[in-house]
């Protein structure tokens, strides 16, 4: 298993256009995030699926933003309508789930993707 | 809201000298999850120590070791014999014990290691 993966890794788009993103999770883990991450900041929390069902949704997630989990396994996260302040990397992660030993024991653990860069002009 | 502070947006320690990044967070649950991340230029965030709020002992990962004081909302992380390859980004991060790894990151600490 090569980890999360995520296309593309950097895409340049006009204001008003839309973009897709899509994430590869490792294959065994049930639970995706997404995350928003703008220069100089940490990651915000966007959204998160166990398996095909999207089970919370931040406030930061407006209606131009929609992220699908068709299968339980790839995800995308489409933006309609870009605006300049959607610039930012986004960063996708994955989980096993509750109960489930990981490379640290204990809990879950996100194994995060690359992310994808988005410039909007 | 949960809400994580880092107040050192940039740190520097020599090579194979000690050094300690600091971690204040706010929540009214008693029992959670922090996290320090790590970030290498361009390269994905990977976990580098965990703690359980209900644990009293503080974690270790062979360099890497957290100073968790619960009553102070304090977790601090400590890097001994500091190596070139730890120069990122280090995110705290706090997660609510609820079944998910939905994760409050702060702003992060840029790490420089001079050699």
């Known amino acids: 298993d090569t980890g999360v993966s995520q296309n593309p890794r950097h895409k340049i788009t006009k204001r008003g256009q839309n973009v897709t993103f899509r994430c590869d999770p490792i294959s065994e883990h049930n639970r995706l995030y997404w995350y928003r991450q703008t220069l100089g900041q940490g990651p915000e929390f966007l959204t998160y699926?166990?398996?095909?069902?999207?089970?919370?949704k931040s406030r930061l997630l407006s209606d131009r933003f929609s992220a699908e989990r068709p299968k339980g396994s790839f995800s995308t996260l489409e933006i309609q309508r870009t605006e300049q302040g959607d610039s930012a990397m986004y960063l996708c992660?994955?989980?096993?789930?509750?109960?489930?030993?990981?490379?640290?024991?204990?809990?879950?653990?996100?194994?995060f993707g690359a992310g994808s860069r988005l410039t909007v002009l | 809201a949960q809400t994580v502070t880092q107040s050192q947006p940039e740190m520097s320690v020599q090579e194979a000298e000690t050094v300690t990044l600091s971690c204040t967070y706010d929540?009214?649950?008693?029992?959670?999850?922090l996290f320090w991340y790590k970030q290498p230029p361009s390269r994905q965030m990977i976990l580098v120590i965990r703690?359980?709020?209900?644990?009293?002992q503080n974690a270790t990962e062979n360099r890497f070791s957290v100073n968790f004081q619960k009553a102070a909302k304090s977790f601090s992380l400590k890097i001994s014999d500091s190596q070139l390859g730890d120069a990122a980004m280090y995110f705290c991060?706090?997660?609510?014990?609820?079944?998910?790894?939905?994760?409050?990151f702060g702003t992060g600490t840029r790490l420089t290691i001079i050699p």
């Open positions: 699926f166990q398996n095909e069902a999207q089970l919370e």
């Open positions: 992660a994955s989980s096993l789930g509750r109960g489930t030993s990981t490379q640290i024991s204990g809990a879950n653990v996100l194994t």
């Open positions: 703690q359980e709020a209900y644990k009293q």
């Open positions: 991060a706090y997660s609510e014990n609820f079944g998910n790894e939905k994760l409050t």
């Open positions: 929540t009214s649950e008693s029992d959670y999850y």
